[in-house]
């Protein structure tokens, strides 16, 4: 007589992974910064090994509290991405001062260049591509250099609307990817609706543009929560997804999570296998916890973190 197999149900309600979406969520990353950091006692309880974890720099936070991030996560195993705000560095001479202080302090090895947050620069950079020219990166032998994508466009650059300047910056930071022996990837602002953002990375490469795209993806949150950040971050049509949610009682004390649109683009990139969008960027406006939890219960064997908790 063969042996019963008594296997462990499913809690109800419990989310169905599928092999599309845990192969899109293989090597995500997630952003953090040294305030919500310090908030996480175990990354490796919580992030899948080899996961690269940017680290945002909001102007006013010292470059120490920085640096001293970045060393943690690394000697954590994770490698670590801090982002580099052209508008916040005063001068060539800072910009090496940051880079000689992650490298020596933290091993860093990696950065996401931008333009920043703040209207008016504290100095002589006003974009990513300014600081791209300095060449310390190169000279510094950093193994990956990322920069700014915009699925919706960006009133900072474009304050008129429409995309033309946008699109200009991104034919620059081609020429600078065929030249450049670091890796490179364009990482973009989230966005709410796949529909959009398949058409924005379809559109991309119709132009020539053949940079790996890290698309941004809000992670769990409350909606209230979310359309905060949507405005503050010059979310475009997208938005749209978020208010007709709000909309809905049933829907509107529920909190959101990127399910709809990861399994959208995640289909998407299993029917079309030369999808540009090779990989999912969170931005945990709900909690790093919150965020990683989700991955874990949706992706599979590719989300598994480096230590996890056993059940008793």
Same mark, same amino acid.
């Given at each position: 007589?063969?042996?019963?197999?008594? %296997?462990?149900?499913?809690?109800?309600?419990?989310?169905?992974?599928?092999?599309?979406?845990?192969?899109? +969520?293989?090597?995500?990353?997630?952003?953090?910064?040294? &305030?919500?950091?310090?908030?996480?006692?175990?990354?490796?309880?919580?992030?899948?090994?080899?996961?690269?974890?940017?680290?945002?720099?909001?102007?006013?936070?010292?470059? =120490?509290?920085?640096?001293?991030?970045?060393?943690?996560?690394?000697?954590?195993?994770? !490698?670590?991405? !801090?982002?580099?705000?052209?508008? @916040?560095?005063?001068?060539?001479?800072?910009?090496?001062?940051? @880079?000689? &202080?992650?490298?020596?302090?933290?091993?860093? *090895?990696?950065?996401?260049?931008?333009?920043?947050?703040?209207?008016?620069?504290?100095?002589?950079?006003?974009?990513?591509?300014?600081?791209?020219?300095?060449?310390?990166?190169?000279?510094?032998?950093? #193994?990956? +250099?990322?920069v700014a994508g915009h699925p919706e466009g960006n009133r900072d650059i474009d304050p008129t609307?429409?995309? &033309?300047?946008?699109?200009?910056?991104?034919?620059?930071?081609? *020429?600078?990817?065929?030249?450049?022996?670091?890796?490179?990837?364009?990482?973009?602002?989230?966005?709410?609706?796949?529909?959009?953002?398949?058409?924005?990375? =379809?559109?991309? %490469?119709?132009?020539?543009?053949?940079?790996?795209?890290?698309?941004?993806?809000?992670?769990?949150? %409350?909606?209230? #929560?979310?359309?905060?950040?949507?405005?503050?971050?010059g979310v475009g049509p997208s938005l749209k997804v978020l208010q007709k949610r709000a909309m809905?009682?049933? *829907?509107?004390?529920?909190?959101?999570?990127?399910?709809d649109v990861i399994a959208q683009l995640a289909a998407h990139k299993a029917a079309t296998p030369?999808?540009? @969008?090779?990989?999912?960027?969170?931005?945990?406006?709900?909690?790093?916890?919150?965020?990683?939890?989700?991955?874990?219960?949706?992706?599979?064997?590719?989300?598994?973190?480096?230590?996890?908790? %056993?059940?008793?």
């Amino acid at each position: 007589m063969a042996l019963l197999n008594f %296997k462990k149900r499913a809690p109800a309600g419990a989310p169905t992974v599928t092999p599309e979406v845990e192969a899109f +969520l293989k090597g995500y990353s997630i952003e953090v910064m040294p &305030r919500t950091a310090a908030k996480v006692d175990n990354f490796r309880a919580l992030l899948p090994e080899g996961t690269r974890v940017y680290i945002a720099h909001v102007d006013g936070t010292p470059i =120490e509290e920085m640096v001293e991030t970045a060393k943690r996560l690394n000697d954590d195993g994770f !490698p670590v991405m !801090p982002h580099f705000p052209a508008r @916040i560095i005063r001068d060539q001479a800072m910009l090496a001062d940051w @880079i000689a &202080r992650y490298q020596g302090e933290a091993d860093v *090895k990696q950065a996401l260049l931008l333009a920043g947050g703040v209207a008016q620069p504290h100095g002589d950079f006003h974009s990513s591509m300014q600081l791209l020219e300095t060449g310390l990166f190169d000279k510094a032998g950093f #193994t990956h +250099l990322h920069v700014a994508g915009h699925p919706e466009g960006n009133r900072d650059i474009d304050p008129t609307g429409g995309t &033309r300047l946008v699109d200009e910056a991104l034919q620059w930071k081609q *020429k600078f990817y065929d030249s450049t022996d670091a890796q490179m990837a364009l990482a973009t602002q989230f966005a709410f609706d796949a529909g959009p953002i398949i058409k924005w990375a =379809e559109d991309v %490469k119709a132009a020539g543009v053949d940079i790996p795209i890290h698309i941004g993806i809000a992670g769990p949150a %409350k909606l209230q #929560t979310l359309i905060k950040f949507a405005i503050a971050c010059g979310v475009g049509p997208s938005l749209k997804v978020l208010q007709k949610r709000a909309m809905d009682m049933t *829907k509107l004390l529920l909190p959101y999570e990127p399910t709809d649109v990861i399994a959208q683009l995640a289909a998407h990139k299993a029917a079309t296998p030369d999808f540009n @969008i090779t990989n999912v960027h969170f931005f945990p406006l709900g909690g790093i916890k919150t965020n990683a939890n989700w991955a874990i219960n949706n992706g599979g064997t590719s989300t598994v973190p480096v230590s996890p908790v %056993k059940d008793v």
